[in-house]
């Protein structure tokens, strides 16, 4: 079965440093690869996703993200943080002839004005 | 991208009860889902929606407790049944287009059982 590890589960940042959230996954084969965000009291939001072709994926809000197919890596970065960046941040995948996505803990991320 | 609403957005209940959540899609969708949100954890899908057919659920899941109706391909509801504390959570519906799309998540109904 499908496995997605994100390694950071609580990541605290003042503004304007730099981001970097981990994001491995366990398949082999073809995958699709996603970011969701989810603000406090708000509904998961797709930040950004990865099907096929440059691997390195620019999402909403500065995001972005590097497909890294031979470590198994989707990680997700942003250069510089701002407090409205507080929110849970969850990686997820598709593959193996799935096409539900296997989701992973999720990432906190607070940041301090 | 689906707009997916949820109704209600939360509830307080008594144990033994049971809630019915509704979930509205703005756009006909191949597949609907419904997921469980547990504080601090991931999200743990309970089931796939299927339209005219029950529905798909997975390990751990079962009918009797989690039963869902899926009349047509906008709308679908979850009702956990005989409820226990630990039945307290967020109860997410979600929607895919296609079975290569995104999945579009609805707001969420957090329920907490007295």
């Known amino acids: 079965a499908q496995s997605v590890s994100q390694h950071n589960h609580h990541v605290i940042l003042s503004e304007a440093a730099s981001l970097e959230l981990g994001c491995n996954y366990s398949y082999g084969g073809t995958v699709n690869l996603f970011w969701y965000v989810q603000y406090p009291g708000q509904h998961l939001q797709l930040l950004l996703k990865y099907f096929s072709g440059d691997p390195l994926v620019k999402g909403i809000k500065g995001f972005e993200a590097e497909f890294i197919k031979s470590k198994f890596s989707f990680n997700l970065r942003k250069p510089s943080v701002q407090w409205s960046d507080t929110a849970e941040y969850f990686c997820a995948v598709t593959g193996g002839g799935s096409y539900i996505p296997t989701f992973g803990r999720g990432t906190s991320l607070i940041v301090h004005p | 991208s689906a707009v997916i609403s949820q109704k209600p957005s939360r509830d307080i209940c008594q144990r033994g009860t049971s809630l019915t959540i509704q979930c509205q899609v703005d756009?006909?969708?191949?597949?609907m889902f419904w997921y469980r949100q547990q504080p601090g954890q991931s999200l743990t899908l309970i089931a796939t929606?299927?339209?005219?057919?029950?529905?798909?659920?997975e390990s751990g899941f079962v009918i009797d407790k989690f039963p869902i109706s899926r009349p047509n391909l906008t709308f679908s509801t979850l009702t956990v049944s005989n409820m226990s504390p630990e039945d307290s959570s967020i109860y997410l519906c979600?929607?895919?287009?296609?079975?290569?799309?995104?999945?579009?998540f609805g707001p969420g109904t957090r329920l907490t059982v007295l």
């Open positions: 929606a299927n339209q005219g057919s029950e529905a798909t659920y």
């Open positions: 979600s929607a895919q287009s296609t079975r290569t799309d995104t999945q579009y």
């Open positions: 756009s006909q969708v191949t597949m």
